[in-house]
């Protein structure tokens, strides 16, 4: 039996009280008010800024869920702003000081306000001015230059997920700035770039390669043998066996073929990286994914699922933490993701986004 997930009193919410204004614009700052309204922050969403595309009906759902909503007049608006304790906003650089609302001048009257813009390209430099969706933010931090087959065009992922980034970038920035301002008095304007967020993601490939080494080809579905994602019988699997896992992999595989003590030398794999990839598609074709995770388990071996989001729904692990939160929707109930980690109270947001 399934245990009924942890449910957080409200008195324990972090954020319980924290005023948070969001000048609603695209999917980065509603993802970044979304989690602060999660952990007790009470969100108001001005609508109408939004620079881009409008939000989908799928986006409005899960990002505006728990928050009000209002369009007050000007004045209104900047009393709004002032008199918050965190605004985050994702319109382009300097349009702020058209409407009043300049961060530099407002945290001169109220030193502790948090202001967090996020943009394309940052507040300052050449490219601020530039507009830019999802595709360009990967493309230009540099994620697409290792995402696609080298002889191919580069791919960029599903969803928006450089503008998530940028959002979750926004929320961590907020939280840490509100801190250092309940503890000192003194807020911040966080300047965050989703092309600088994009280009974190790239792990060793954009430090090795400031610092001399080769620019990396896009390697495709798999850098290594060992690590990629490979198709089994009933969908996918990822396999993820660092060096010192190798000889529990060799033997979990039960590959004849394998039996020389070379594979575990990693240049010797390197250099016969096809070969042992062949030997890998081979032992995970004819098996589902349930009889490779018991080999898993078995061996000690890191394979995980590769599941649709369709399938993620109906993960145990994920019910048994609590991830899930439930929507009232106008067409019904939605399941959506809900708390990052446990640990802190969560708010389940309960329905849609009300006008105030």
């Known amino acids: 039996m399934t245990p009924e997930p942890e449910i957080d009193p409200s008195g324990d919410l972090p954020l319980a009280g924290v005023r948070v204004v969001?000048?609603?614009?695209?999917?980065?700052?509603?993802?970044?008010?979304?989690?602060?309204?999660?952990?007790?922050?009470?969100?108001?969403?001005?609508?109408?800024?939004?620079?881009?595309?409008?939000?989908?009906?799928a986006?409005?759902?899960?990002?505006?869920?728990?928050?009000?909503?209002?369009?007050?007049?000007?004045?209104?608006?900047?009393?709004?702003?002032?008199q918050s304790d965190i605004t985050v906003e994702d319109g382009s650089p300097r349009r702020l000081g058209t409407l009043g609302l300049d961060p530099v001048e407002l945290?001169?009257?109220?030193?502790?306000?948090?202001?967090?813009s996020v943009s394309p390209f940052g507040q300052t430099g050449p490219y601020r001015d530039y507009r830019a969706p999802n595709i360009v933010s990967f493309a230009l931090g540099g994620i697409m230059s290792l995402t696609g087959e080298y002889d191919r065009a580069p791919l960029v992922s599903g969803g928006s997920q450089a503008?998530?980034?940028?959002?979750?970038?926004?929320?961590?920035?907020?939280?840490?700035a509100y801190f250092g301002a309940a503890v000192h008095g003194e807020g911040d304007w966080l300047d965050i770039s989703a092309q600088e967020c994009a280009a974190g993601m790239l792990e060793l490939y954009g430090p090795t390669t400031a610092y001399g080494a080769p620019v990396a080809n896009r390697l495709g579905n798999r850098t290594l043998a060992e690590w990629g994602v490979y198709p089994c019988a009933d969908g996918y699997v990822g396999i993820f066996a660092l060096q010192r896992q190798l000889p529990a992999l060799l033997e979990a595989?039960?590959?004849?073929?394998?039996?020389?003590?070379?594979?575990?030398?990693r240049i010797y794999r390197i250099e016969h990286n096809e070969e042992l990839s062949a030997r890998?598609?081979?032992?995970?074709?004819?098996?589902?994914?349930?009889?490779?995770?018991?080999i898993?388990?078995?061996?000690?071996?890191?394979?995980?699922?590769?599941?649709?989001?369709?399938?993620?729904?109906?993960?145990?692990?994920?019910?048994?933490?609590?991830?899930?939160?439930?929507i009232e929707a106008e067409s019904g109930p939605v399941t959506v993701p809900g708390r990052p980690f446990r640990g802190l109270g969560w708010r389940a947001p309960g329905g849609a986004g009300t006008p105030s």
């Open 107 to 116: 945290r001169q009257t109220r030193r502790s306000l948090v202001f967090v």
């Open 296 to 326: 898993a388990r078995r061996y000690k071996v890191p394979i995980g699922l590769a599941l649709t989001p369709a399938e993620l729904l109906g993960v145990p692990s994920l019910t048994e933490r609590g991830f899930w939160d439930q």
């Open 22 to 57: 969001e000048l609603g614009g695209g999917v980065a700052a509603a993802f970044a008010t979304r989690l602060l309204a999660g952990f007790g922050a009470d969100v108001t969403r001005v609508d109408g800024f939004a620079d881009g595309p409008d939000l989908t009906t």
């Open 163 to 176: 503008q998530y980034l940028a959002g979750l970038h926004a929320f961590a920035g907020a939280v840490t």
């Open 253 to 265: 595989m039960n590959d004849p073929e394998l039996g020389d003590a070379h594979y575990l030398d």
């Open 59 to 82: 986006e409005q759902i899960y990002l505006l869920a728990g928050k009000h909503r209002a369009q007050p007049s000007t004045e209104a608006l900047v009393e709004l702003v002032a």
């Open 280 to 294: 890998i598609y081979l032992f995970t074709a004819d098996k589902t994914r349930e009889q490779l995770m018991d």
